[in-house]
């Protein structure tokens, strides 16, 4: 029971690239949702899934994509990255009532 | 103002003391709240989840809440040196649904 993985750990973009952030989550959650972390501005909400087949925005999708691929699977998309992207990215996920379990984050620079 | 406020500390107390760590909310219709512990580079874990007014122990941790005055606390009692971490206090206006607002975090140093 691996609970909920990220991939990659660490990236390093220049301005104007794309890339894809993928999460996974074995604990067969129907919530899944992607927060950054910046100094200073806690934990920040992009967009979440309530269950397989919808998304929402959250707090900050400016700049992102989402796609719920399955019950498992949760990925973020950057199309053309900017450095005020350069954050940590956490994916969570949770049932309908219980809290929230997260990834181990992906840590981005974008230069 | 911020729906969920935190002291951004640091907050040092002794080994063995009692580490007092505050949560004020904006929203009165807030339902449930969460004590996060964030260890440097590493992701949140819950430690405490409160959801009605009066305390609720677990262990060395008590949270405290206050719907009245939108207060939650979080009490450690005998603090050890493993316990210096960032506490992220998350409140849930809805029910059936888990969407969190997050604090900024306080960040706690227990010394040997």
């Known amino acids: 029971n691996a609970g909920v993985t990220q991939t990659p750990k660490f990236q390093v973009l220049k301005t104007g690239q794309s890339m894809t952030l993928q999460c996974a989550q074995d604990m067969n959650h129907n919530s899944m949702y992607w927060y950054r972390q910046d100094p200073g501005m806690g934990l920040r909400l992009i967009y979440y899934?309530?269950?397989?087949?919808?998304?929402d925005k959250g707090e900050v999708p400016n700049g992102y994509n989402v796609s719920r691929l399955n019950k498992r699977e949760f990925s973020l998309r950057l199309e053309s990255a900017a450095p005020s992207q350069t954050s940590v990215y956490f994916c969570?996920?949770?049932?309908?009532?219980?809290?929230?379990?997260f990834g181990p984050g992906t840590r981005l620079l974008v230069l | 103002q911020k729906e969920v406020e935190q002291n951004s500390g640091p907050l040092s107390v002794p080994e063995g003391a009692i580490a007092s760590l505050n949560c004020t909310y904006s929203?009165?219709?807030?339902?449930?709240f969460f004590w996060y512990r964030q260890y440097s580079g590493k992701s949140p874990e819950l430690i405490m989840s409160i959801y009605s007014n009066g305390d609720k122990e677990d262990g060395r941790f008590t949270a405290q809440l206050n719907k009245a005055s939108q207060y939650v606390s979080l009490l450690i009692r005998d603090s050890q040196p493993s316990d210096s971490a960032t506490y992220l206090c998350?409140?849930?206006?809805?029910?059936?649904?888990?969407?969190?607002?997050f604090g900024t975090g306080t960040r706690l140093l227990v010394s040997p």
């Open positions: 998350a409140v849930n206006r809805l029910t059936g649904f888990q969407k969190l607002v």
């Open positions: 969570a996920s949770s049932s309908t009532v219980e809290t929230q379990y």
């Open positions: 929203d009165r219709v807030s339902q449930s």
């Open positions: 899934s309530a269950s397989e087949g919808t998304t």
